[in-house]
């Protein structure tokens, strides 16, 4: 028997080995070895069982790792993808399961012997739990092990190790929830979502190429607001019916910890009681392994998490759910740069499931999947229980900087309006998509400006630490007294711009009674802190939250009445062409906080550039018209999602040899391209963020059609080319982000 095996080095090939008699039986498409490599052992994946070799001198496996296969065979992929597959607490040779020593009631004891009172008082808490961790035991009654070992020699209790599993959620107690009524839209898309469920034909003809209205990709546009939630639930359960489990993908590890509280209060008790695993950054390597054990060994069959989520072994898999599906955080920034929800819709037609892509803004490439017919369309454009959207006023900046003379953080009606909500006993939401306290210092006298040594891009000012930090590499230094340069030293140094920090310290000083939050990076350090943050909000122990954009979505909180966006007009002057999209999705979504309750909600816009289309269509709640107006300069520009694009980036630490090296790969794919039709190029040019973490940056962006063929070109060119040492060169095909 022979098997083929990627490696976990990075050789971009495969190698063949025998398979010996004693791990036949173990070893099959997906399982990891041990194996020779030169004069080492590494460890690898299965890829293939070949009937033979081309080679002839084959060295043996030498052990098989885990007791299961751990990757699917749909997932086998070299061995970058299988890094980000199999998470590192799983790859590791050794099991990590935590093992501790459990004390058992032995049934069937009849007559208790003479004990004395401690033992007395230990043998009735293990009689009540019957079988209980041997430390937890000594904690609840203050006891010995030495009275458990004497209990244990009385043939009272069993005292042997077993595996303790971690579970990130155990000391949560979360209270049961039922199915809610669901009002005509809600049951129109959850009927044509059970529909497919129940016609798993209909997949397997999407898989074909064959009639593509039957698409099993649903694209849910409902505002914000409209109940997605409750049919995502009991979509679930209809695939739970099935025997089929669920993949629910959430955008920001902030809205895992609420996301999860719904999930399990809904799945975790009643007749069919179903275990909720989670996989996100956030856990701690051993909770990661038993989360990851739990979903592989079928124990859980539902799954909740960021990205990487997508490529959990649920199996027989029947729905993924993918919320906020607009998102960029599902774009993985690194090698192997997938994006989640394109993974989820490839998945969703190799194993026959269906793929909900929910949004209240859906990206433009999603709606015009669903208005071609390729995804279906399920419309739920009114709040439930007839509740309305926020009125959305939009307040010149231009007028309130003269008024108030200056660069005021607030409008005069935003302070009106916050003042209302303390008085009446509401919650209020600040939104700015900036944390810090000032985004640069420059002094006065000289016109220096301090700015990162290792990245084009000027350093922010933290109030909290005294600190300048930069935002990309994370280089920090004292914040100064005086101008650094030599020849000035003035004191005249002064911050401009603003952060969260700056808004949250402004709202204490304007409103010393309020109770004022902030939930930004900088906050939130350890995995508790989302949830006691946000527990701390929903029980109104905190008045006004100020917060980035892990505030702006999914977030459901019914006493919030206001919300402030500080700045809407900051994301637009970006160097992208998604700018305006972006804007408008992170208004539209932050907006839909408020008024979730029985209060109607108000929402405050404050923008330099009020008459902005994204900003205009925002107040308004008009997706398809800020939809059909920006798919028109699209088609002009020949931009998503009317050609796909491939980016490609040169990055060295000597400027010229990365510019010079730019445009010798433009002139390589130009050749390899020459006679194709309908390819634009466009660069090599530096960079928007020209150097970061001390490499400079040079951008080549394609555009194209046949972008399956053209990446295998781009490829190719890659692989081929003889690049110095100090000059690499990364492609992204579909990039979100042009920074």
């Not at 090939?13 to 004069?39: C, H, N």
């Not at 230990?122 to 010995?144: D, K």
């Not at 006298?445 to 930090?469: D, F, K, M, Q």
């Amino acid at each position: 028997m022979l098997a083929r095996v990627t490696l976990e080095i990075a050789l971009r090939k495969e190698f063949d080995y025998v398979v010996p008699p004693e791990l036949v039986a173990s070893v099959q498409v997906g399982t990891r070895v041990r194996i020779p490599f030169g004069a080492r052992q590494v460890m690898g994946v299965v890829t293939a069982l070949p009937e033979s070799s081309p080679h002839t001198q084959l060295r043996s496996i030498l052990g098989v790792v885990g007791k299961q296969s751990q990757i699917t065979p749909y997932c086998c992929a070299p061995e970058i993808a299988i890094k980000s597959v199999l998470p590192d607490a799983v790859r590791k040779e050794k099991d990590g399961w935590r093992e501790r020593l459990f004390v058992r009631a032995m049934l069937g004891t009849k007559e208790l012997p003479k004990l004395t009172r401690r033992q007395t008082d230990v043998w009735h808490v293990i009689e009540e739990r019957r079988e209980l961790p041997l430390q937890e035991l000594l904690e609840l009654t203050g006891a010995t092990s030495e009275v458990v070992r004497r209990l244990e020699d009385r043939g009272l209790v069993e005292i042997a190790p077993q595996i303790l599993e971690r579970d990130p959620y155990a000391r949560e107690e979360i209270l049961p929830s039922q199915q809610l009524s669901l009002n005509a839209e809600q049951a129109r898309a959850l009927a044509e979502i059970t529909a497919v469920l129940h016609s798993p034909q209909v997949a397997l003809a999407e898989q074909a190429g064959a009639n593509r209205n039957k698409s099993s990709v649903f694209l849910l546009h409902g505002v914000t607001g409209s109940g997605k939630t409750e049919v995502y639930l009991q979509a679930i359960d209809a695939a739970l019916a099935q025997g089929k489990g669920a993949i629910v993908l959430v955008p920001e590890i902030s809205l895992t910890p609420q996301t999860v509280e719904r999930f399990k209060a809904r799945f975790c008790h009643g007749p069919r009681q179903t275990l909720v695993a989670v996989l996100h950054s956030h856990l701690s390597a051993g909770e990661r392994h038993d989360e990851w054990h739990k979903i592989r060994q079928g124990r859980a069959r539902i799954v909740i998490g960021a990205r990487s989520a997508v490529f959990a072994p649920v199996d027989p898999l029947g729905l993924i759910i993918v919320d906020e599906e607009h998102e960029h955080s599902y774009k993985q920034e690194e090698a192997p740069r997938y994006h989640a929800r394109d993974v989820a819709v490839v998945r969703g037609e190799m194993e026959g499931a269906v793929v909900v892509l929910g949004s209240a803004t859906p990206s433009m490439e999603s709606f015009a999947n669903a208005t071609k017919g390729k995804y279906r369309l399920l419309d739920m454009p009114t709040r439930i229980d007839d509740r309305k959207l926020p009125v959305v006023r939009v307040i010149d900046m231009r007028n309130e900087s003269r008024k108030q003379k200056g660069s005021p953080i607030f409008s005069t009606p935003l302070k009106d309006a916050l003042s209302l909500r303390l008085e009446r006993k509401e919650q209020a939401m600040l939104f700015l998509n900036r944390r810090g306290y000032s985004t640069s210092m420059q002094c006065q006298t000289c016109g220096y400006v301090a700015g990162c040594p290792n990245c084009s891009i000027s350093l922010t000012y933290h109030r909290w630490e005294n600190t300048l930090r930069c935002h990309i590499c994370g280089h920090q230094s004292p914040a100064p007294t005086v101008c650094p340069e030599a020849s000035c030293k003035s004191p005249g140094i002064r911050y401009s711009g603003l952060g969260t920090e700056k808004v949250e310290d402004t709202l204490k000083k304007l409103f010393p009674q309020a109770r004022v939050a902030r939930m930004d990076s900088d906050t939130l350090q350890k995995k508790e802190d989302y949830r006691r943050v946000l527990g701390d909000f929903r029980t109104g122990k905190i008045d006004i939250l100020v917060g980035t954009q892990m505030i702006a979505k999914g977030l459901h909180f019914p006493n919030v009445t206001l919300v402030g966006i500080v700045y809407a007009d900051l994301s637009l002057h970006m160097p992208d062409f998604r700018a305006g999209e972006r804007t408008f999705q992170l208004l539209t979504q932050v907006s839909g906080r408020a008024g979730r309750g029985d209060v109607e909600g108000e929402v405050f816009v404050q923008a330099f550039t009020p008459f902005h289309p994204a900003i205009q269509y925002a107040r308004r709640h008009d997706y398809r018209g800020f939809y059909e107006q920006e798919v028109e300069s699209r088609e002009a520009l020949q931009f998503p999602p009317f050609r796909r694009m491939a980016l490609l980036t040169v990055r060295g630490r000597n400027e010229e040899k990365v510019a010079y090296a730019a445009q010798h790969l433009r002139k390589v794919v130009e050749t390899a391209l020459a006679g194709w039709k309908n390819v634009v190029f466009s660069g090599p040019a530096p960079a928007p963020l020209a150097k970061a973490e001390t490499y400079y940056r040079y951008h080549l962006l394609i555009r194209g059609r046949q972008m399956s063929r053209l990446s295998g070109v781009i490829s190719a060119c890659l692989a081929a080319e003889q690049w110095p040492e100090d000059i690499r060169v990364t492609a992204d095909i579909d990039p979100v982000n042009l920074g």
